[in-house]
């Protein structure tokens, strides 16, 4: 060997001892894993919600981390860190300062199921600087003027914008006429006032509705009764129903029928997902909720099928609920923003949801994975679900439908 080859071979050992050792810090200083937290309640009156969800988080790391894990950070894997928000906002506000302070290395977190509970959450997260993902729908959450949350859902008062007019044109369709009475009855969470502020401020007059009945009650239900003896003596066209709480809509649903107004005797519509969860078949039969529609920010549908599959096979659950699938979408925006951000850094997180557009939604109807100033999610739109035959199933929009939907006519 000449004194050249000499000098390049040392130059190369050397250069190459120097890449492999800066490889080598590179990939000390990527972390192995990446805290994302899930605040939901996991006791209380809405912990069956909180269950679902958590089932959602747990598949998206498990498919995120077996995919390769977050590759700008040298294949970190996704750790998630769950939080019992309980059953009330004062639970739920001190569940954030736990988490804030008990886990400082998380970079973002999704949550809480309620509205009031995200209210109060995000109340702490935003000075924690945590950036937060959330399937809530009350406008309030990003009508506040935080920087750190980021709504997936279409809001309440879009949803009813949305759900409404096209409820009108589908009873029209099917009946050979509009409903010209409606009957609210609504707990008092932030959710459906958001909800019911839309309805009765703009939406009732513009399709031609007359507001007889407006009760409102404040969860756990004790006796549906009152509410629906005031139902059955206005005889309304429309039914809306609004419970947050499965309790409260098992007893309302079972004095519907009680009282012979269920199976399309009043059309009777949700505008949450309650109604529409597993367990109110429980002691409800399929019969009492056949027909029986409800809109919501987004649901097990079409091109969800192996997702579908996954999950009853993995955790027994019948169908895919709006908790489950945003829930899991959530997982794979947090990863998008860690791989836009190129740091496990919640400001850096947070500033990468902002900018962010990732194309075509997926797991939210409508709309693209990206926020706009508010932190909404741009062009979120809303699925219609309606029980049949003992399954709630995606009707609406028609390229997310499973089946064609049907008005229960009114006899």
């Known amino acids: 060997m000449n004194k050249t080859s000499k000098g390049l071979s040392r130059r190369t050992v050397l250069s190459g001892a120097a890449a492999v050792s800066l490889a080598g810090v590179a990939?000390?200083?990527?972390?192995?894993?990446?805290?994302?937290?899930?605040?939901?309640?996991?006791?209380?009156?809405?912990?069956?919600?909180?269950q679902v969800m958590k089932m959602g988080a747990e598949m998206g790391i498990e498919h995120i981390n077996a995919q390769g894990g977050i590759k700008a950070l040298g294949g970190a894997k996704l750790k998630l860190?769950?939080?019992?928000?309980?059953?009330?906002?004062?639970?739920?506000?001190?569940?954030?300062?736990?988490?804030?302070?008990?886990?400082?290395?998380?970079?973002?977190?999704?949550g809480s199921y309620l509205s009031s509970f995200t209210l109060a959450v995000t109340e702490v997260t935003e000075r924690a600087e945590l950036p937060m993902l959330t399937l809530s729908y009350s406008d309030l959450l990003t009508d506040r003027g935080f920087k750190y949350i980021f709504q997936t859902a279409a809001t309440a008062s879009r949803q009813s914008e949305l759900g409404l007019p096209t409820l009108m044109k589908l009873a029209e369709k099917a009946s050979g006429k509009r409903p010209k009475t409606v009957a609210m009855l609504m707990d008092n969470t932030a959710t459906s006032v958001a909800t019911a502020k839309a309805l009765k401020e703009k939406l009732?007059?513009?399709?031609?509705?007359?507001?007889?009945?407006?009760?409102?009650?404040?969860?756990?239900?004790?006796?549906?009764?009152?509410?629906?003896?005031?139902?059955?003596?206005?005889?309304?066209?429309?039914?809306l129903f609004m419970p947050n709480a499965v309790s409260d809509a098992?007893?309302?649903?079972e004095k519907i029928s009680e009282f012979g107004l269920g199976q399309g005797k009043i059309p009777t519509v949700s505008f949450s997902i309650t109604i529409a969860e597993p367990d109110m078949l429980q002691s409800v039969s399929p019969e009492i909720v056949q027909g029986i529609m409800t809109i919501v920010a987004s649901w097990g549908a079409k091109g969800h099928e192996a997702l579908i599959a996954e999950l009853k096979a993995k955790y027994k659950e019948p169908w895919a609920t709006q908790n489950v699938i945003s829930t899991y979408g959530d997982?794979?925006?947090?990863?998008?923003?860690?791989?836009?951000?190129?740091?496990?850094?919640?400001?850096?997180?947070?500033?990468?949801?902002?900018?962010?557009?990732a194309g075509d939604s997926k797991y939210y109807p409508g709309g693209q994975l990206k926020f706009d100033e508010k932190g909404r999610r741009v062009g979120a739109g809303v699925v219609i679900v309606q029980w049949q035959s003992g399954v709630p199933v995606t009707v609406y929009p028609p390229e997310l439908a499973q089946a064609e939907p049907f008005w229960p006519k009114k006899s």
């Not at 098992?250 to 649903?253: A, C, Q, T, V």
């Open 204 to 239: 009732f007059a513009q399709e031609g509705l007359q507001l007889v009945v407006e009760e409102v009650w404040t969860p756990p239900l004790s006796d549906a009764t009152p509410l629906i003896q005031k139902v059955r003596s206005a005889k309304p066209d429309l039914l």
């Open 250 to 253: 098992k007893l309302g649903l």
């Open 27 to 50: 990939r000390a200083q990527a972390p192995a894993e990446v805290k994302v937290g899930l605040i939901v309640p996991l006791s209380g009156i809405y912990t069956r919600p909180g």
């Open 81 to 110: 860190v769950v939080i019992d928000c309980g059953d009330t906002t004062e639970k739920a506000k001190n569940a954030a300062q736990r988490m804030v302070a008990q886990e400082p290395d998380l970079v973002a977190a999704t």
């Open 331 to 357: 997982m794979w925006v947090m990863k998008e923003a860690l791989e836009k951000a190129g740091k496990a850094d919640r400001n850096a997180v947070a500033q990468a949801l902002r900018s962010l557009d």
